[in-house]
């Protein structure tokens, strides 16, 4: 696995073909049960609470899977996503430490069992190109497929 170094990260991502956004997301139903439909989803790893649709992930221009380490040495591979459903994040964001350049970031949690998730990233800068983003931490979270 190789460890991704690029600063600037998201200038290499591009939101996919045909991708819904946070408007459009799925109808949740009165008990709080997602309607699935053909997408798969990426889903808390803990609880199952779904948090991403499979056509929300960001396509990068790198074959190279996205892996960066944190101050402290943790390594994490990323998979990133134009919003998720499912998720809450700190209050407060910070640019210390980020991993990608002009982006302030914060924890992200699944709402139904508060594991971490990964990280809510924001731009700085209102020309970017990416207002915001998702971060899942590939570990936290796993794939259902649709039907």
């Known amino acids: 696995m190789s460890v991704c170094v690029t600063?600037?990260?998201?200038?290499?991502?591009?939101?996919?073909?045909?991708?819904?956004p946070p408007a459009s997301s799925p109808r949740v139903t009165a008990d709080h049960e997602v309607e699935t439909g053909a997408y798969g989803w990426y889903a808390c790893a803990a609880c199952v609470e779904h948090l991403a649709r499979e056509d929300w992930v960001l396509e990068s221009s790198s074959a190279a899977p996205l892996v960066f380490a944190n101050p402290h040495g943790r390594f994490f591979e990323?998979?990133?996503?134009?919003?998720?459903?499912?998720?809450?994040?700190?209050?407060?964001?910070?640019?210390?430490?980020?991993?990608?350049?002009?982006?302030?970031?914060?924890?992200?949690?699944?709402?139904?069992?508060?594991?971490?998730?990964?990280?809510?990233f924001e731009a700085?800068?209102?020309?970017?190109?990416?207002?915001?983003?998702?971060?899942?931490?590939?570990a936290a979270v796993k794939f259902l497929p649709g039907e």
């Open 124 to 138: 700085t800068r209102s020309d970017a190109s990416l207002r915001e983003f998702v971060a899942l931490s590939r």
């Open 7 to 20: 600063a600037g990260a998201p200038a290499l991502l591009r939101e996919p073909a045909g991708a819904s």
């Open 78 to 120: 990323l998979l990133l996503v134009t919003h998720v459903i499912g998720g809450v994040f700190e209050r407060q964001s910070t640019t210390e430490f980020t991993w990608f350049a002009e982006y302030a970031w914060r924890v992200a949690g699944c709402a139904r069992c508060l594991a971490h998730i990964g990280w809510h």
